[in-house]
C-alpha cells in the first residue's frame, strides 16, 4: 500500500468510513453537477447551431412566462444543493467531535517539520505510526507560522495555528502507509514538510512503540532536525555558503583558528550549535552560522548529535537512514 | 443644495456637466462616498481596538489609563470648535461675505495646527513615560503585560492616522484658503467650501469616534 | 433645475444617423498628439487606453510567472529550481495577476471607456481624479516592482501573518506598501463610477435602460468602496506590525494571527466579485448582440448584479473553514456561500435563455463569450464543492483550489475581457481585428486553458496540496499535462496580442457599428469623438431593442 509507485492513480485511498462517506459525497455531488452543466453546455451547442443567422429555425415568440421560468431556475438548483450542505455539514460536525475515549497524539508544527508526541512518551519526526480500529485524536499546534496538518487518506486537514491548540479525529479501519502533508503555506520548504502516516494494526503498533519507536527511529528523527533547522541547507556539499561539511565529523580532530587541536566530541558539537562564535575554525571563512542557543530544545540538540554521530555523508547517510522516507519520493 | 446663495454666490460649470446642478449633485456624491470609505477604514481599526479590549481587558484598562485623557479632552474641544468655525465659513460663503468666510478658514486651520501641536505634546510625554513599545531601543514600561504592548500600539496607529488625515486636511485647507481669497472666487468655485467643510467635520467625526473608543471606554 | 447650455433641454432630435468616420482630428485618438497629452489626459477614454497598456504590461509579468511556476512543476523534486524561487514566482504570479491585471482590468478600462458613452454623458464626474487614481495605480505598481526586482516576495499573495511580519526574509514591506496604495487607486475608480452612474445620465435613461455592464460596473464599485477600506486598514496594520511589531497578528504580544485573515478575506471574497461582475456584464452585452436578440430576463439580471455584490459580504468565512474557527461559524458560512449560486444561476440560465431562437453568428467575441459561460458554470458549482465542509476539509489548500479560482478568473473574468476586447476593438481604436485569426486565438485559449486546469481538479482531490515546489512522484503526469496545456495558452494570449498590435496600423476601417449592436455607445463614430457625441444620443424606448424580442420582455417593458 505505499503510495507513489504507480504513474498515475484516479482516485486516493480512503482508510476510514468518514473519508468513503466524503467520496460517496463527492461523487454524488459530481452527479448533481452534470444534472445542472450538461443541459446548459448542450443547450448553448444546439442553440448554436440551430440559431445560425440565416438558418431556417422559427424564430416566434414562445410566450413562455418569464417569471415562473426565472424562479424556477433560481430556486430548484439550490434546493437541490441544500441537500449536499445538510450532508456536508453532518459529516463535518461528526468530525469536530471526537469521542472521549481517543487516543490523544501530540503534534507540533514548526517551520518546516511536523513532530508527534505518542501517548507512551515516544516521539517521532515528520512521519507517524498509528493503530487502527482505534478513535485517534491529534492536539496539533505551531511554533512559528500557521501550519496545516493534512492526511488525504482520511479526507481530513486543519490548522496549526501558533496561539491555540486544535484537533483532528478519525478511526482508521485498513493499514497502509500514506502521505502526510503541511497544507498551509509556510516558506522556503513548505513542500517538504510532511512524510507518511503508517497505519498498523494495535499489536504490530505496540510491537513498534517498543521497538522501532524507541530505536529505529531515532537516527531518520536526528536527519529530520538536520533538514529542519536548516544545517542541511550550509553543511551538504554543494550548497552555496560552503560551510564545512559534517559527514564523519564527529570524533575527528579539529585544528582551530587559535592553534588549538580539538575533538569533536558530544560536548564540544554542542556548544558549537548553542554559540557558534567560540572556537574559531582554522581556515574557515567568514563565521556566518546564527546561535542555536534558545531556539533548539535539549532532546533535540541532543537527538540531532546522535545523527550526527552515524552520518558519513549525503548518499551513505539516506542509505544508513533505516525508515521508509525514500519510497515517498 | 439646501440653501438658497447670495447673488453673485454660485458655481462655473465645467465642460463635461450638463448643468450647474448636476454638477453640484455629483460634487456633493462623490464626497460623501469618499467619507463613507473613510469611515469604513477607521472603523476597521476601532473594530480590532475593540476585540482587543474583549480578550484582553486588564492589559488594555492599564494601558489606557496611560493615556493622557485631559489632553483628549481638550483636543476634542478644540476640534469641535473648528468644526464652528468651518461651518461658519460655509454659511459665509453662500451669504457671499467673502472676508469673514476666509478669516472662519484660518481659524479653522489654526485650530487643527492646535489639535496637532496638543497631540505632539502628548506624544512627547508618552515618549518620556516610556509608553512606545514599538522603539526597539527603548524599554516599555509595562514590559510585564504583553498585551498592553498591542494596545498601546493600535493607539498609535489609529492616532497617527487621524492625524496624518488632520495635517492634509489643514494643508488642503490652506490651500482653498489662498485661492478663496481671490477676487470673484465665491462665484466660481462656491462648492469647493461646502466640500471641503463636510470633508472637516469627517476628521472632526474620527477623533469623536476616537475619542472615547480608545481613552474613555477603558478607564 | 437651473440648467445653463444643456443639451438634454434641447429634448428631441430627428432620427440620428451615425457618421462611420469622423474627421481624423476630431476623434480621441487623434485630437492631440504630444505624450504630455497622453500622460496628463482626462478623457475617461484615453485614461482607459492608459490603464489598458499598463494591465496589459503587468498580465505578461504575471504569465511569465506563471511559466516559471508550471516549468518548476514539470519534474516532482524540484530540480529545476530551488524552493525559493519557486515560491517567489508563484507568489509575484499572484499578486501581479490579482492585485495588478484581474481586479483593474475591466472596470479601469472597459469601465472608464465605456460607463460615460453607455449612459450618454461626455465624460466620468471627476476627470481629474480618473487621471489621479491611474497615477495612484502605477506608483503603487512600483512599490511592487521595486520589491521583485530587489528579490521579491515569497509570501503568497494572501500575505498570511505571522510569515508575511515576522519570519519572510524577503521584500515584503515595499510589496504590502505598493499593495496598499493600489487599494486606493480601486476605490477612487469606484467612487467615480458610482457617482457618474447616480448623475450624469442622459435625459430618459431610467435605470432600467442601463445596460447590464453599466449595473455591474454600479455593483463592482460598490464593492470597492465598501469593502476596499477594510482591506487598507488590514494592510496598514500588517505593514506596521513588520516595520515595528505591533503585535496585533503576533501571538507572543496577544495578538491574533487569524485576525488577519478575518480581516482579508472580509475584502478579498468581495474582491472575487470586482473580478467577476465586470465580466458578467460584458457577456450580457455580446451575447445579445450576436444572438440579435433582446437580454432574457434583463431585470432579473440587473437584480442579481446587486445580490451577488450584496450576498459577497457575508461569505468570507469560507476561506477558513479549517482554520480553527468556530463550528458555528463554518455551518454559518458555509450556508451563505450556497446562496451566492442563486444570482449566479440566474445570469447563466438567462444568458443561455437569450440565445434560444437568436438569429447567432460566431464571431470572436461570441466564441469567448460561450466559452466563458461554460467555464464560469464549472468554476461556479466546483465552488459549491468547497463550500460544503466535509468535502472542503480534504480539498482545501489542494490544486482543487487552485483549479477552481482558475475556471473563474481565467475562464471567467481574462475571457470575458478579451472577449470584450474584440468586441470594442473597432469602438477603441476605429480599426478592425482579423475575425480568423480572432477566431483561431479563442479556440486555442480554451483548449489550453481546459488542457491546463482541468487536470488540477483531479489532483486536487487526489491530494496534492498547493504551493509545492516538490511533490510526490504518482502527481508527474498530471502536471506535465497542465504544464503543456500552459504553453498552449501561452500560444492563445501571444497571437491577439500581435494580430491586435498589427490591426491598429493595417486593420480595415471600423465603422460605427460593426456588430449591428444596441447601446448608445454604438450610436457615435469609432473611435469616439474627443466629447463622445457630436449631437446628443436618443436614449431608446426599452434597453436591448434587437430586432427578435422575446414575448416576455414586452410584457414587461411594453
Keep these: 500500500m505505499t503510495p507513489g509507485h504507480d504513474s498515475l492513480q484516479l482516485w486516493p485511498a480512503a482508510v476510514s468510513a468518514t473519508a468513503s462517506e466524503t467520496d460517496w459525497l463527492i461523487l454524488a455531488f459530481t452527479v448533481l453537477t452534470l444534472l445542472l452543466t450538461v443541459p446548459v453546455f448542450v443547450a448553448i451547442t444546439y442553440f448554436a447551431l440551430r440559431y445560425r443567422e440565416g438558418s431556417e429555425a422559427d424564430r416566434s415568440p414562445s410566450g413562455i412566462r418569464s417569471n415562473l421560468i426565472e424562479i424556477s431556475w433560481m430556486l430548484i438548483p439550490f434546493l437541490l444543493t441544500l441537500i449536499f450542505f445538510v450532508w456536508g455539514a453532518r459529516l463535518y460536525v461528526h468530525s469536530k467531535n471526537p469521542p472521549p475515549d481517543a487516543m490523544v497524539v501530540e503534534a507540533i508544527g514548526r517551520q518546516w517539520m511536523w513532530k508527534f508526541q505518542h501517548p507512551t512518551g515516544q516521539s517521532e519526526i515528520n512521519n507517524l505510526h498509528l493503530p487502527i480500529g482505534q478513535p485517534i485524536r491529534l492536539h496539533i499546534i505551531s511554533q512559528d507560522v500557521i501550519h496545516a496538518l493534512y492526511l488525504p487518506a482520511v479526507r481530513l486537514q486543519v490548522a496549526a495555528l501558533p496561539d491555540r491548540y486544535t484537533d483532528l479525529w478519525f478511526k482508521a479501519d485498513k493499514t497502509g502507509t500514506y502521505h502526510l502533508y503541511c497544507s498551509e503555506y509556510c516558506g522556503t520548504d513548505h513542500s517538504v514538510m510532511g512524510g507518511e502516516v503508517t497505519f498498523m494494526n494495535p499489536g504490530d503498533y505496540q510491537e513498534w512503540l517498543t521497538h522501532a519507536g524507541a530505536q529505529q527511529g531515532k537516527v531518520a528523527a536526528g536527519r529530520a532536525l538536520y533538514e529542519a533547522y536548516g544545517c542541511a541547507g550550509c553543511h551538504e556539499p554543494g550548497s552555496p555558503v560552503k560551510a564545512p561539511s559534517l559527514a564523519g565529523l564527529y570524533g575527528s580532530a579539529v585544528t582551530l583558528a587559535d592553534g588549538r587541536t580539538v575533538t569533536a566530541d558530544d560536548a564540544w558539537l554542542r556548544e558549537k550549535i548553542l554559540n557558534p562564535n567560540g572556537d574559531r575554525l582554522a581556515g574557515a571563512g567568514k563565521q556566518v552560522m546564527p546561535s542555536f542557543a534558545g531556539r533548539i530544545p535539549a532532546d533535540e540538540l541532543g537527538t540531532l548529535i546522535d545523527f550526527l554521530k552515524s552520518y558519513s555523508g549525503p548518499a551513505a547517510g539516506k542509505a544508513a537512514d533505516a525508515t521508509p522516507a525514500g519510497a515517498t519520493r | 443644495m439646501t440653501q438658497p446663495l447670495a447673488d453673485g454666490v454660485g458655481v462655473a460649470r465645467a465642460e463635461h456637466f450638463e448643468s450647474v446642478a448636476q454638477q453640484r449633485e455629483a460634487a456633493t456624491l462623490g464626497i460623501w462616498a469618499w467619507l463613507i470609505t473613510e469611515l469604513l477604514l477607521f472603523s476597521a481599526l476601532f473594530l480590532v481596538a475593540l476585540i482587543t479590549r474583549i480578550q484582553h481587558p486588564e492589559a488594555t484598562v492599564a494601558a489606557a489609563k496611560h493615556l493622557k485623557f485631559w489632553i483628549g479632552a481638550t483636543n476634542t474641544v478644540v476640534l469641535i470648535c473648528s468644526s464652528l468655525t468651518m461651518s461658519m465659513a460655509i454659511e459665509f460663503?453662500?451669504?457671499?461675505?467673502?472676508?469673514?468666510?476666509?478669516?472662519?478658514?484660518?481659524?479653522?486651520?489654526?485650530?487643527?495646527?492646535?489639535?496637532?501641536?496638543?497631540?505632539?505634546?502628548?506624544?512627547?510625554?508618552?515618549?518620556?513615560?516610556?509608553?512606545?513599545?514599538?522603539?526597539?531601543?527603548?524599554?516599555?514600561?509595562?514590559?510585564?503585560?504583553?498585551?498592553?504592548?498591542?494596545?498601546?500600539?493600535?493607539?498609535?496607529?489609529?492616532?497617527?492616522?487621524?492625524?496624518?488625515?488632520?495635517?492634509?486636511?489643514?494643508?488642503?485647507?490652506?490651500?482653498?484658503?489662498?485661492?478663496?481669497?481671490?477676487?470673484?472666487?465665491?462665484?466660481?468655485?462656491?462648492?469647493?467650501?461646502?466640500?471641503?467643510?463636510?470633508?472637516?467635520?469627517?476628521?472632526?467625526?474620527?477623533?469623536?469616534?476616537?475619542?472615547?473608543?480608545?481613552?474613555?471606554?477603558?478607564? | 433645475m437651473s440648467a445653463s447650455g444643456t443639451i438634454g433641454g434641447t429634448a428631441r432630435r430627428e432620427p440620428h444617423t451615425p457618421e462611420s468616420t469622423i474627421g481624423r482630428k476630431a476623434d480621441y485618438l487623434h485630437a492631440e498628439s504630444t505624450l504630455r497629452s497622453w500622460f496628463l489626459a482626462t478623457d475617461h477614454k484615453r485614461i482607459a487606453i492608459l490603464y489598458l497598456v499598463s494591465i496589459t504590461g503587468f498580465f505578461v509579468i504575471g504569465a511569465l510567472a506563471a511559466g516559471v511556476v508550471r516549468l518548476a512543476l514539470v519534474v516532482p523534486n524540484g530540480a529545476i529550481m530551488t524552493n525559493d524561487t519557486y515560491n517567489k514566482a508563484f507568489t509575484i504570479h499572484g499578486v501581479v495577476m490579482v492585485w495588478f491585471f484581474l481586479i483593474p482590468s475591466i472596470p479601469a478600462t472597459f469601465g472608464n471607456f465605456l460607463i460615460p458613452l453607455m449612459i450618454g454623458a461626455k465624460d466620468l464626474a471627476f476627470p481629474k481624479l480618473n487621471l489621479t487614481s491611474w497615477y495612484v495605480f502605477m506608483a503603487g505598481a512600483l512599490f511592487t516592482l521595486v520589491s521583485v526586482v530587489l528579490g521579491g516576495v515569497d509570501t503568497g499573495w494572501t500575505f498570511y501573518a505571522p510569515l508575511s511580519t515576522a519570519f519572510s526574509n524577503t521584500w515584503v514591506l515595499p510589496a504590502l506598501i505598493g499593495v496598499t496604495i493600489v487599494g486606493f487607486s480601486s476605490i477612487l475608480t469606484g467612487l467615480n463610477f458610482v457617482v457618474t452612474i447616480h448623475t450624469m445620465r442622459a435625459p430618459g435613461m431610467t435605470w432600467f435602460k442601463l445596460p447590464i455592464f453599466v449595473w455591474a460596473h454600479y455593483a463592482t464599485s460598490l464593492i470597492f468602496l465598501l469593502a476596499t477600506p477594510v482591506i487598507t486598514t488590514a494592510l496598514i496594520l500588517l505593514i506596521a506590525e513588520r516595520a515595528f511589531h505591533i503585535g496585533v497578528f503576533d501571538p507572543a504580544y496577544g495578538g491574533d494571527p487569524v485576525l488577519f485573515q478575518h480581516l482579508f478575506w472580509f475584502y478579498s471574497h468581495p474582491a472575487v466579485y470586482i473580478m467577476v461582475l465586470p465580466g458578467m456584464g460584458v457577456i450580457s452585452e455580446i451575447v445579445p448582440a450576436f444572438a440579435q436578440k433582446k437580454l432574457f430576463g434583463y431585470r432579473f439580471v440587473a437584480y442579481a448584479s446587486i445580490g451577488l455584490a450584496s450576498v459577497t459580504f457575508f461569505v468570507w468565512g469560507h476561506h477558513m473553514f479549517v482554520n480553527g474557527q468556530s463550528d458555528l461559524a463554518s455551518l454559518v458560512f458555509s450556508a451563505l456561500s450556497f446562496a451566492v449560486a442563486v444570482p449566479s444561476a440566474v445570469k447563466v440560465y438567462n444568458w443561455t435563455a437569450t440565445i434560444h431562437k437568436g438569429s447567432l453568428r460566431l464571431d470572436t467575441p461570441m466564441l469567448y463569450a460561450m466559452g466563458y459561460i461554460g467555464l464560469f458554470v464549472l468554476g461556479g458549482l466546483t465552488g459549491l464543492y468547497l463550500a460544503t465542509l466535509a468535502i472542503n476539509q480534504h480539498i482545501h489548500a489542494t490544486y482543487f483550489v487552485v483549479a477552481h479560482f482558475h475556471y473563474i478568473m481565467v475562464g471567467g473574468t481574462v475571457l470575458a475581457f478579451l472577449g470584450g476586447l474584440h468586441f470594442w476593438w473597432p469602438k477603441f481604436t476605429g480599426r478592425m481585428y482579423s475575425e480568423p485569426w480572432g477566431r483561431v486565438s479563442a479556440l486555442l485559449i480554451f483548449l489550453g486553458f481546459n488542457v491546463t486546469f482541468f487536470p488540477q481538479f483531479i489532483l486536487g482531490y487526489l491530494g496534492m496540496p498547493r504551493r509545492y515546489a516538490t511533490y510526490p512522484a504518482e502527481f508527474q503526469l498530471l502536471n506535465v499535462l497542465s504544464s503543456a496545456g500552459a504553453t498552449i495558452l501561452a500560444a492563445g494570449y501571444i497571437f491577439p496580442m500581435l494580430y491586435l498590435v498589427y490591426s491598429l496600423w493595417f486593420g480595415r476601417r471600423a465603422p460605427a457599428n460593426p456588430w449591428n449592436a444596441k447601446g448608445l455607445e454604438w450610436e457615435t463614430a469609432s473611435p469616439p469623438p474627443t466629447h463622445n457625441f457630436l449631437e446628443a444620443p436618443e436614449v431608446p424606448r426599452i434597453p436591448y431593442d434587437y430586432p427578435i424580442q422575446a414575448q416576455e420582455s414586452r410584457d414587461q417593458h411594453g
Design chain 2, 93 to 219: 460663503s453662500r451669504m457671499g461675505w467673502q472676508r469673514a468666510m476666509v478669516r472662519a478658514m484660518l481659524a479653522t486651520a489654526a485650530l487643527g495646527g492646535l489639535f496637532l501641536v496638543l497631540k505632539g505634546y502628548e506624544y512627547y510625554a508618552d515618549w518620556a513615560e516610556h509608553m512606545m513599545p514599538f522603539l526597539s531601543g527603548r524599554p516599555f514600561a509595562l514590559a510585564e503585560t504583553p498585551a498592553s504592548r498591542l494596545f498601546v500600539n493600535l493607539y498609535y496607529v489609529a492616532t497617527l492616522l487621524h492625524a496624518l488625515h488632520l495635517f492634509t486636511g489643514i494643508a488642503l485647507l490652506l490651500g482653498i484658503t489662498w485661492m478663496a481669497a481671490r477676487a470673484g472666487f465665491l462665484s466660481r468655485h462656491q462648492n469647493w467650501i461646502e466640500v471641503y467643510g463636510l470633508y472637516w467635520h469627517f476628521i472632526d467625526l474620527v477623533w469623536i469616534l476616537a475619542f472615547p473608543i480608545l481613552y474613555v471606554v477603558n478607564r
